[in-house]
């Protein structure tokens, strides 16, 4: 008997909080301010050595029940569990708390010193700062949106809570807003360089708190893009914007392309002519730039652009507009230069699996081969990637892939393959420790160079 209401009193204590869920209790809290024991609003917050944040007199009751494993990952917490406040979730859930006059909960006041209790009453809710994001523009705006805008960045890098939090208050729609409001114009016309600033970081707020998904229907406010205005204002800013603003850009049309609620737009995007004119130059790591960037600036916008545009390729329907636009000359191009290693001190060979898989992608229609095919040193470039000692075996697989839809249909291409030194690099990589698939791919392309 004893035994039995031990376990009653453990399973109480782990699914009290479901069960009275299960009957009826109405679930207007967010799940991350719940307790994963009670499912109840923390009171206060606590953290395990295992990560996982509990109510302190939730976890509390556990530990006096002789449990010393966390109750989430059942991971082991030694005779000492210490509890750790966890001050950044009790900050976000008052600022929840605020920001609707018709939630009834109240934390109970915390011992805190002085000087950090006037720190807290001077926060902004997080209703607030979204006001002031959406203030229209007028004298002093842009500055306090920079303001806000900081303080959106500090509040999603702290936790996973303050992100969904935000992001579940509608943060990211208004942080898009804020970036394509308009066709952006030349910096030199801006005032003062505010609105590139409060740009840029609305961007980069909005990237911190964009869902990692490609299923999550949050990433559906992308579709702000569909509109004339906010589609010419992302060619502005790709063609004019700073680097990091490019990095940024072309990771939000990666996302356009990959997730489920934006398919529409991502069909939109890759049979528009201004996109692929404003994308596919920044591929060029000598390309134009409106001013002077870092390297590192400019190799990450380089690299994101590349995953943007095999995102884009990933997608059959999109993949005519990208190979009529001179999307294999630019990948080829990219290719050329990681391969000549000058990408050593600066970046760059990580988005060259991405190149090479949308090379193969394109191939496999008869255009991209096509292509390919003519493209100067194109062959040559895709030779130089199938067997390198810091490429990938991903990469490697693909280039080889490519090379295979191409010298099958194009006696110049297998001459030039060959003259590029092709069946060493196949043999280099049979003797590898790349995969199976690569190591088929590669014997099939030696039989049909042996074929010649």
């Excluded at 914007?241 to 997730?259: H, I, N, S």
């Excluded at 943007?308 to 990948?331: D, T």
């Excluded at 490429?391 to 006696?411: I, T």
Aim: with cysteine; charged share 15%; aromatic share 4%.
């Amino acid at each position: 008997m004893a035994a039995a209401a031990g376990l009653f009193e453990e399973l109480l204590i782990r699914f009290g909080g479901l069960i009275s869920y299960w009957i009826g209790e109405e679930m207007s809290i967010p799940h991350l301010f719940r307790c994963p024991i009670s499912l109840d609003i923390f009171t206060d917050p606590v953290t395990l050595c295992t990560g996982q944040t509990y109510d302190r007199p939730c976890i509390e009751r556990w530990l006096a029940a002789g449990h010393r494993t966390c109750p989430v990952t059942m991971q082991p917490l030694g005779d000492a569990a210490a509890l750790v406040p966890n001050c950044t979730l009790r900050h976000l859930i008052e600022r929840w708390l605020s920001t609707d006059q018709h939630h009834h909960h109240h934390l109970p006041e915390p011992a805190a010193p002085a000087a950090e209790a006037e720190a807290d009453a001077e926060e902004p809710s997080l209703a607030a700062l979204k006001r002031c994001l959406q203030q229209p523009d007028a004298a002093g705006a842009g500055k306090a949106k920079v303001g806000a805008l900081k303080k959106v960045m500090t509040l999603a890098s702290e936790s996973d809570v303050g992100r969904a939090c935000m992001v579940q208050l509608g943060f990211l729609p208004v942080l898009l807003q804020l970036v394509f409001h308009a066709p952006a114009a030349p910096p030199s016309e801006r005032r003062g360089g505010e609105a590139a600033v409060v740009e840029e970081l609305a961007l980069q707020c909005a990237l911190g708190l964009m869902p990692s998904s490609a299923a999550s229907p949050q990433l559906g406010c992308l579709n702000v893009l569909k509109s004339e205005a906010s589609l010419a204002s992302l060619v502005a800013l790709l063609e004019r914007g700073r680097g990091r603003t490019r990095a940024g850009l072309c990771r939000l049309l990666e996302a356009v392309a990959t997730a489920a609620a934006t398919r529409e737009l991502a069909l939109v995007v890759a049979a528009s002519p201004r996109v692929w004119q404003a994308l596919l130059p920044l591929l060029r790591h000598d390309g134009p730039a409106p001013t002077p960037a870092p390297p590192h600036d400019a190799h990450a916008a380089s690299d994101a652009a590349v995953r943007a545009v095999a995102a884009i390729c990933a997608s059959e329907p999109a993949r005519g507009g990208a190979i009529h636009h001179g999307a294999v000359g630019a990948l080829l191009g990219h290719l050329s230069w990681a391969a000549s290693g000058k990408c050593a001190s600066g970046g760059g060979a990580g988005a060259v699996p991405s190149a090479l898989a949308a090379v193969e992608a394109l191939a496999a229609s008869e255009a991209g081969r096509m292509a390919v095919a003519r493209a100067p040193g194109g062959t040559r470039a895709l030779v130089r990637h199938v067997f390198m000692m810091n490429s990938s075996n991903d990469g490697s697989e693909h280039a080889v892939a490519a090379l295979l839809a191409v010298c099958r249909e194009s006696r110049a291409a297998r001459s030039e393959a060959a003259g590029a030194g092709v069946v060493t690099q196949l043999l280099l990589l049979l003797q590898s420790q790349c995969g199976s698939r690569a190591k088929a791919k590669a014997r099939s392309l030696l039989k049909l160079l042996k074929s010649m």
